[in-house]
């Protein structure tokens, strides 16, 4: 897991690529939390429960949209 806090970088010293990283998030210009971090938290809920059925195979992609935009409209 990567630090969030500045200046303790050096916890990575030993690790190339997880200093790579630290690299690149430190001259990111930006950066974008996940959407269901984002959102309040059952808009979240409604995202990651619409993103299993994805992967269950039991909803379309429409279906799975519907659900998240029903719940965002509460």
Do not use: C
Not at 43 to 65: Q, R, S, Y
């Amino acid at each position: 897991m990567l630090p969030v806090v500045k200046d303790v970088e050096d916890v990575f010293e030993g690790d190339p690529v997880m200093a790579s990283i630290v690299v690149a998030r430190n001259n990111a210009a930006y950066f974008q939390l996940y959407d269901d971090q984002v959102m309040p938290p059952a808009v979240g809920e409604a995202i990651n429960d619409a993103v299993e059925t994805l992967f269950a195979g039991v909803a379309t992609p429409e279906k799975a949209a519907a659900a998240i935009e029903e719940t965002a409209s509460f």
